[in-house]
């Protein structure tokens, strides 16, 4: 019975999300900034991990048992891309890092006056339960005295009827 929400009630959910769609990232939304994101974020994915190791590994087994002399110990080719690879990998994170803080903030400012909205539909809820609650009150106070009322009518009318018969019946 969990259905997945329908594009329109999606668009009514994100309506919080709307007034903050204007902001733009503080590194734009170009094709650089876009696909340096991309690769800031791949540097933290096991894929590349794994196949940085191997490259790695690759390259220093061949150097090492003499296959390429391109690279020999101390392997400072090797050294030279790892630090090219830090220079531009550090600016690549922060880049994402700053991207990614300012959707985080768009969101919770989003999420928050979605909870304000929240909490004053709340209020408003709760004071039409009052105000529902003493028009009940009142109601049932009137219900009471016409109950009275009526009560109290119906014994005059037993009185009267009653002395009404006594009267017809002594004069007979």
């Given at each position: 019975?969990?259905?997945k929400?329908t594009?329109?009630?999606?668009?009514?959910?994100?309506r919080?999300?709307a007034?903050?769609?204007?902001?733009a990232?503080?590194?734009?939304?170009?094709?650089?900034a876009?696909k340096?994101?991309?690769?800031?974020r791949?540097?933290?994915?096991?894929?590349f991990?794994v196949?940085?190791?191997?490259?790695?590994?690759?390259?220093?087994?061949?150097?090492?048992i003499?296959?390429f002399?391109?690279?020999?110990?101390?392997?400072i080719?090797?050294?030279?891309?790892?630090?090219l690879?830090?220079?531009?990998?550090?600016?690549l994170?922060?880049?994402?890092?700053?991207?990614q803080?300012?959707?985080?903030?768009?969101?919770?400012?989003?999420?928050?006056?979605?909870?304000?909205?929240?909490?004053?539909?709340?209020?408003?809820r709760q004071?039409?339960?009052?105000?529902?609650?003493?028009?009940l009150?009142?109601l049932?106070r009137?219900?009471t005295e016409l109950?009275?009322?009526?009560?109290?009518?119906?014994?005059?009318?037993q009185?009267?009827t009653?002395?009404?018969h006594?009267h017809?019946?002594?004069?007979?």
């Amino acid at each position: 019975m969990d259905s997945k929400p329908t594009p329109s009630e999606r668009k009514k959910h994100n309506r919080f999300h709307a007034p903050h769609l204007h902001l733009a990232p503080v590194f734009g939304n170009d094709w650089f900034a876009l696909k340096a994101e991309a690769f800031a974020r791949f540097f933290g994915t096991p894929t590349f991990l794994v196949g940085q190791t191997l490259i790695v590994g690759i390259w220093i087994i061949l150097n090492a048992i003499g296959i390429f002399h391109f690279d020999v110990y101390p392997f400072i080719l090797l050294n030279l891309a790892f630090s090219l690879q830090a220079a531009y990998a550090a600016p690549l994170i922060l880049l994402a890092q700053t991207r990614q803080a300012d959707r985080d903030k768009a969101h919770a400012d989003a999420d928050a006056e979605h909870r304000e909205d929240l909490a004053h539909a709340s209020e408003q809820r709760q004071l039409l339960a009052n105000e529902q609650n003493v028009r009940l009150l009142e109601l049932m106070r009137q219900n009471t005295e016409l109950t009275e009322l009526t009560k109290s009518l119906s014994e005059r009318i037993q009185t009267l009827t009653q002395d009404v018969h006594r009267h017809i019946t002594e004069q007979h």
